[in-house]
């Protein structure tokens, strides 16, 4: 059963401190892993797919990151806009994607 | 861009009532997914679908029950609602294996 942890439950930030989300993950078979942003009340938008181990994407404020048993999701320099809920997702078989809980970011000005 | 459209963003409905959620894209995407979201227990997947007229259960399809006539639009149903299926209901649509999902916006359905 293809399994999908993220941690922390909960990020607090300062404007302008950098850290990083991690989403651990067990699959049989990786067709890719995900990462989404959720903003309360909204449906979750994708982010960035990656494929292969050693695989980074990156794009404004935010950087994925792929290993054989994990990904992170790096965020330089957040502003408050970044707050949100991120969700990390596995897929193998057929397009089905298993998500993780998710990590939701405050970043405070 | 992709959309992906839900009928209704807020629905009420009483216990017994039988339930019809639609998601419709407008991308020509391959696979299409219903999902159920609950604090706590994450995003579910019900059912999906990767062609017109298929579709496979997900992890958790006891009391629903699903519809793709066309490749655009695909329908849950909720045979018999119970206040345990009160939940935000999120249709999704992908290219293809491999690929990104497009949400929607949800549908917060709450059974009485």
């Known amino acids: 059963e293809d399994q999908v942890t993220q941690s922390p439950e909960a990020l607090r930030l300062q404007e302008g401190e950098s850290s990083s989300l991690n989403c651990s993950y067990t699959?049989?078979?990786?067709?890719?892993l995900f990462w989404y942003r959720q903003d309360p009340g909204k449906g979750p938008e994708f982010l960035f797919t990656?494929?292969?181990a050693g695989e980074e994407k990156e794009k404004e404020r935010l950087k994925a990151t792929l290993t054989k048993k994990e990904s992170f999701l790096h965020i330089t320099a957040p502003k408050p806009e970044d707050s949100a809920t991120y969700l990390c997702?596995?897929?193998?078989?057929?397009?089905?994607?298993?998500f993780g809980d998710g990590t939701t970011l405050t970043v405070k000005p | 861009d992709v959309k992906v459209t839900q009928s209704s963003r807020y629905l009420v409905k009483r216990t017994g009532e039988k339930v019809f959620l639609e998601c419709v894209q407008d991308?020509?995407?391959?696979?299409m997914f219903w999902y159920r979201q609950d604090p706590g227990l994450g995003l579910r997947l019900i059912y999906f679908?990767?062609?017109?007229?298929?579709?496979e259960k997900g992890d958790i399809p006891e009391g629903y029950s699903v519809s793709r006539e066309k490749k655009e639009r695909f329908s849950l149903i909720l045979e018999s609602a119970s206040t345990n299926q009160t939940s935000m209901y999120l249709c999704?649509?992908?290219?293809?294996?491999?690929?990104?999902?497009?949400f929607g916006s949800g549908t917060r359905l709450t059974v009485v």
């Open positions: 997702a596995v897929q193998a078989y057929a397009g089905k994607s298993t």
């Open positions: 699959v049989s078979g990786l067709r890719g």
């Open positions: 990656l494929y292969s």
């Open positions: 991308m020509d995407h391959e696979n």
């Open positions: 679908s990767y062609d017109v007229k298929m579709k």
């Open positions: 999704a649509s992908a290219l293809g294996s491999g690929y990104g999902y497009t």
